[in-house]
């Protein structure tokens, strides 16, 4: 018998919440040759870590259900929250599931925990994932494909595996076939947004970042189809793009907050790796070539815009105001957490791109933390009320 909708939520709902990694250690406890790859956000390519015969694995903090205590003692009061969760995360013992991680290059922050976690975890499997700022392919195109190989090299060295080609091919093709799943869900929630509300759509984005590729996307059909079947009503709300937290992860309450004041959120950057590449690396007509071109092309021709990755002032904001239009959106929040130096020194120029075109917009910031919304579903209310007020007039 289908699942229904409530069933999907509260699967997906109890993987997000899975902060001790119980069914990754499941997973792994049934072969013992099985390696686990933890990675931060935002973006790494989870392709090889498949093709590997790994588990890739999202580390995005505690929420609020880990007191932080050892952590704080690794990192000043003035950055954000998500180092420091994930250090007590590592030093309780919860991430000891995983043989390896990958720190990348989305700040000064997450780049140097690489270095904390050589020294407190001397026996895992550790690396710093740039990524290039010159999107020439043979600049930025022959550096990536070095530390494209260089991965993969250090995948068969933690496995005791060889990584063919068409191992390659067949992880690209899980991953394309995931980022066309969450588009066609992400275009669902656009529809109507009724029927898949964020707060829904995002456990089914956190629950892919505990499940192997093929078993998120049997979930995201599950949930797609009885999604679209559903016969939830429809409310008046004002449509909303949400912008900033690409990183750091809101808590599930905010969502509900924006969504209980009257917003529809029908865009987002919300978990933006594993769908930073926006269209499929693998061509109509099948797996052509060698498959690290393939990688290397798509992160330099089909990556999201994203405030860790190098866009020239003058065009920047161009895809959030692009966004606003297709989603047919009344106006963006930004919602960045609390000193994310990326997300907080792009706004002004994304706000200005937003201006120019007349779009409405508000700021607010979190951390993954935050337990009181009352002010934010205040100030979210307004905004949606103003949104309705004026497009009535």
């Not at 072969?31 to 990675?39: I, N």
């Not at 499997?125 to 530390?147: A, L, M």
């Not at 191992?167 to 869900?185: F, G, Q």
């Amino acid at each position: 018998m289908a699942s229904t909708v409530e069933e999907l939520v509260a699967r997906a709902e109890a993987l997000a919440l899975d902060v001790d990694l119980t069914g990754v250690a499941a997973w792994k406890e049934a072969d013992p040759a099985r390696r686990v790859v933890g990675y931060l956000p935002v973006f790494v390519p989870i392709e090889i870590i498949t093709a590997a015969g790994m588990h890739p694995v999202g580390i995005i903090g505690g929420t609020d259900q880990v007191e932080i205590i050892r952590g704080d003692a690794y990192f000043q009061s003035y950055i954000c929250h998500i180092p420091r969760s994930v250090v007590e995360l590592g030093l309780s013992g919860r991430l000891d599931v995983c043989d390896g991680f990958l720190f990348p290059s989305t700040c000064d922050v997450i780049r140097n925990m690489s270095g904390i976690w050589k020294l407190e975890f001397p026996d895992k499997y550790v690396k710093y994932v740039d990524v290039p700022q010159n999107f020439d392919p043979e600049i930025g195109g022959n550096w990536w494909r070095h530390e494209i190989t260089s991965l993969r090299a250090d995948l068969e060295k933690l496995g005791e595996i060889e990584i063919t080609d068409e191992s390659m091919w067949t992880a690209i093709a899980l991953h394309d076939e995931n980022r066309r799943l969450l588009r066609n869900l992400y275009d669902l929630r656009s529809e109507r947004p009724w029927l898949a509300p964020t707060s829904e759509v995002y456990l089914m984005q956190r629950a892919g970042l505990v499940l192997p590729v093929q078993e998120h996307n049997e979930l995201l059909r599950e949930y797609t189809e009885a999604a679209t079947n559903s016969d939830r009503p429809l409310m008046d709300n004002s449509r909303i793009v949400l912008a900033g937290a690409f990183c750091e992860q809101p808590p599930l309450g905010l969502l509900r907050t924006l969504e209980r004041a009257g917003c529809w959120i029908v865009d987002d950057d919300l978990l933006l790796g594993p769908r930073m590449i926006t269209e499929p690396i693998i061509d109509p007509e099948g797996p052509v070539g060698d498959p690290v071109d393939a990688l290397v092309k798509a992160f330099l021709d089909k990556a999201a815009a994203a405030s860790f990755i190098y866009i020239d002032e003058k065009v920047k904001g161009a895809e959030l105001a692009d966004m606003v239009d297709k989603r047919q959106a009344e106006g963006v929040i930004f919602a960045a957490p609390s000193f994310c130096d990326p997300a907080l020194l792009d706004r002004p120029m994304l706000a200005r791109a937003l201006d120019e075109r007349g779009i409405s917009h508000i700021s607010m910031k979190y951390s993954e933390n935050t337990g009181q919304f009352q002010t934010i579903r205040e100030q979210a209310g307004t905004f949606a009320d103003a949104l309705k007020l004026w497009s009535d007039a």
